[in-house]
């Protein structure tokens, strides 16, 4: 099969384990926890490289921002042999207890994102596989790092003239953070016989704006750097627990 049209790579370059992310500078940050690592494209939001954790080839793949181009990445990826899919990603919160840098590990996604009801009605449930759960939960509690495990919402649009109300609705139903992706990747991951999995680090605290929130991690806030590198270990943990 030739190059795939969006993700730019072939099925022989791409492993069975695969992290994907939102933002390309990410694929550079995580994948210097590789070894060997190889650039095997860069191409529109995706940027893909390769690399060996502890002997286990890994593929590092972004998404850009939002359920359509994480969908286009995760179809490629999959026509091209991946099998375990997690994300490293970032969310807001939509619980007070949890800070800036803290970790959200999503057993289920709120479906609020229409890429997957492309596919699917939203009665289908997006839920984790639960044995790349149990490997990121396993990372966490051996390394001491505590996290949030629990419900997510996946949506379009954080800049909706009713999004404070939106975000308090599901915060009353115990939804612990937001991001854009996460249901689209559980959905479309399940149809397709994927095994998917979403851990994500807290950017933007509970009714903070959004803006300032983003822009501080896309600053490098260290406190989110941290968040955003211990996410990155547990993924890599649970990828390498499986065969
Ligand atoms: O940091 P990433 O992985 O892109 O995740 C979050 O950040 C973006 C919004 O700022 C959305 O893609 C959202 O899901
Ligand atoms: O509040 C936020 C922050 C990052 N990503 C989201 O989807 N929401």
Redesign the pocket.
Known sequence: MSKQPHIAVSPQQVAEHVIV???PD?VNRISALLEQVELLADNREFRLMNGLYQGKLITVCS????APSAIIALEELNLCGAKYVV?????GALQHDIALGELIVAEAAVRDEGGSKAYVASEFPACANRHLLFGIEAYLVENNYPAHVGLVR?HDS?YRDDEDSICQLWSQKGVLGA????SALLTVGRLRGLKVASI?NN?VLYQQDVQDG?NQ?VNADNVMMQGELVASRAALHALWLQP
């Open positions: 992310c939102g933002e990410r998404t850009g921002v939002g994300r490293v990603g970032s969310a996946s954080f991001d854009m992706e996460t994500l950017v983003v991690y």
